[in-house]
């Protein structure tokens, strides 16, 4: 280094020494100060005290590795004692920090475990699902592109698999009910029935035995069953010679092959157990649709090469046979995607409302720092005149709101885990994919360092920086606190851009509330109260003939109806808002049939007796199903008002007969029923045909019992009704019709919930932030106040002025809201139902919202302005 190189450096070194020497100074001064001394006088005995300054500079010189650490502990150690002296600042600004921090680490939380946590299987980028989607002419706009991700034909599925050659493996899946008996009172388990390739695919080894082989997953295959880690635990008591030992599901012995590990499952589909598929070539359920499809990509291919390969085999499928695939294609989806899709939007504008809850929230602390900084900038002065340079009480500045950050991030992270166990209790098991791995991991612990680290030179910096540029030499020359200029306008930025960013948020809020409000009052076609609802599957072996399962159906719901409090009782095929529904090709008899892949389709829904009644859905001509529909009857059919619209506009369709491709292939349309709601409340109803369950049995479905009491108190009776016509019946789901509903709409209002809350912090915080701002701008003008109300000026007057600094700081913070709001809210357009996001009534309220609590705000430093006595403001210094 040259000599001119050394002398910069040693200059360097002793500029900062000094400033280390003058934090000394003023950490002794601070101490005389608390003693009772004067600034003045503790400030030339802390100096006096450290002496010689040449000395203390070689001292330092020699031990300046040491310095940094011994810098920052002062710092801090000064910072905790000017806290100290300050409660209510520390109490404030930290509160403030920890709402921020806090509602940013518990939605993090959320993210971490839904969007950022990886698939708990090896190499699960190459893992994707496998769709049909039906011909446009029968899908609608309102189903949105997840209502048209149809299950695979069994057919198609095994062309699929043979034909294709982009994929390692492909495995079919089913998600049944099963009753499991032999363990006490018969229970229903969650079951997936799937290939032998479906373990494969997935890559996870079981826990104990083996999965099932190609050989076992064949017609008329052996009855072997792989349990899940929970129903292991549950059932054995986790007994690790459980191998081998059988299990009756259905009525039928299953051999227990393993056990996988703890947290093995799809995301999207629960199971407690998994049993072979054993697909049957050359049968009619060949051609329904219902198996959900997995597959793992080949090394080096992509989803879009997949996506061409899956393409051709769908195309050549159509052309073999036309009469059930004309028209219909198929997709490819990762894992990630069929997993995330339906929450990642709700999640990220979640995320990104905390994010401006925090920027308000920094920006108040902020605000604070600069207002007592002003309050501060003697003490600044004393600093600066015994050697501390700017950087030096920049650094120092820092380091109070690094503990203030720090202090508030812990708060945070107590109010974040708070805040999760009470989302994960308002949530159904099902709301949001993979809840069970929501908690405060080292993710997010290291995200909430992040933050307070963020927030530090978020909040700080500014403040740090504009006091440290301060004209010390006048500050000790002033008789008084005076704030100046620069401080005001950065005050006045900060106040503008908070309101700015809470007007975003209660824009969305507003939005979402209103959407929220719209889905439960839209109406629904039928009634939720008292009426209780219990599901059920029978066992396929002993139920297998159609007259035993309607005899069974029959039985059940003649017990029920006999029960006390019961008014009527009927059972669906699914229940409403439960997000499922059937659906198959029909043609009208009286025209000639349509050639292929130009069928029509409708839902179809098996119903009992009753039904209607039960739910409270009119009928609007003809008659209900009754006792004479029978199995040796000629089917009735009843339509829905939508079918009526589509099918038969103009004509009378009562009597008309149609073609189902069912397991009943004709019918007579006998009555039709008011539209009603089915799938989701946001999902207009479709045309849908009902057929009897004395007609057409199902193996499953679900009580729909209306009560003259609370539906609570005949659960047990109705289930009491269900085991005196088979013990082993297992019933599940046992809930009422308001919960049901409730539960259809968990997530909307999940998230317009939270929103809101957000959005109303943002609100207390903007407000509070302009009532600061506003109180020390009167507090600083005490004075030149008192002088104008000496000198003849009305009280009016000063209040008039005083909110017309506060309405022009909300104006402008406004006018910057309302551009940024009508660029954002676009993005809740999918989260949004009945409403636009630019809805002007939702905007203008929020607009009135803000104007009025600001100029409450501005109207309590404006009364406290106008009752300033001018004798006492003129000895205020």
Known sequence: MSRL??????????????????????????????????????????????GNR?????????????????????DLRIAARGLRRA???AAVACGTLALGIGANAAIFSLINAVLLRPLPFPQADRIVMLWEHPPKRNTTGALGPRHQQNPASPLNFLEWRDKTVSFDAMAGMVSIPMGLSGFGQPREVAAEQVSAAFFPILGVRPLLGRTFTESEDVPNGPNVVVLSYSLWRQQFAGDRSVIGRTVSLWDQPYRILGV????????????ELWIPIQIVRGTRSDEGRYLSVIARLKPGVSVAQAQTDLNRVAREIAIERPMNSEGWTAGVLSLYQQTTGDVRTALLVLFGAVTLVLLIAA??????????????????????????????????????????SVTGGVLGIALAFLGLRAIVASLPALALPRMDGVQLDWRVL?????????????????????????????????SGVRTTGRGGRIRGLLVIGEVAVSLVLLVGAGLLTRSFLNQINVSRGFRTDHILTLRMFFAPVRYYQNQRRAAYWNEILSRIRALPGVQSASSAQFLPMVGEVAGSGFRRMDRPAPPPGLQTSADFMMVSNEYFATMGIPLLRGRDFNQHDTLSSEPGIIVNQAFVRKFFPGEDPIGARLGLDWNITHGVIVGIAANARQTDLTV????????????????????????????????????????????????????????????SVARPRLVSLLLGIFAGAALLLAVVGLYGVLAYAVSQRTREIGIRLALGAHSA????????????????GIAGGLAASLALTRLLGSLLYGITPTDPPTILAVCALLLAVGLFAAWLPARRAAAVDPANSLRWE
């Open 5 to 50: 190189g050394r002398l910069f450096h040693r200059r360097q070194l002793d500029d900062e020494l000094a400033g280390e020497i003058a934090a000394h100074i003023a950490e002794k001064a601070d101490e005389l100060v608390e003693a009772g001394m004067s600034p003045e006088a503790a400030a030339l005995a802390a100096r006096a005290h450290f």
């Open 87 to 89: 409660p209510l600042f």
């Open 363 to 404: 920006g108040n602390v902020a605000n604070l720092l600069l207002m007592r900084g002003a309050e501060r900038r003697r003490e600044l002065a004393v600093r600066a005149a015994l050697g501390a340079g700017r950087v030096r009480i920049a650094l120092q500045l820092l380091a109070e709101s690094l503990l203030l």
């Open 446 to 478: 290291i995200f909430s360092l992040a933050l307070c680290l963020g927030t530090t030179l978020l909040f700080g910096l500014v403040p740090a920086l504009a006091l440290s540029r301060t004209d010390f030499d006048a500050a000790l020359k002033q």
């Open 797 to 812: 007057q000063l209040v008039r002025g005083v909110l017309f600094d506060g309405l022009g700081l909300m104006l402008l």
């Open 684 to 743: 207009e109803p479709q045309p849908t045909i009902f057929l009897n369950q004395a007609q057409a049995p199902t193996y499953f479905g679900a009580l729909v019992v209306r009560t003259a009491l609370a539906p609570e108190s005949v659960a047990a009776a109705a289930i009491a009704a269900v085991h005196a016509v088979d013990p082993d019946q297992a019933v599940s789901h046992i809930e009422t019709m308001d919960q049901v509903v409730a539960e």
């Open 260 to 271: 996988m590990p703890k947290q093995f499952d799809l995301p999207f589909a629960h199971a």
């Open 54 to 74: 040449t000395a203390i500079l070689e001292q330092s010189r020699e031990e300046w590795s040491f310095h940094a650490l011994e810098t920052l502990l002062r």
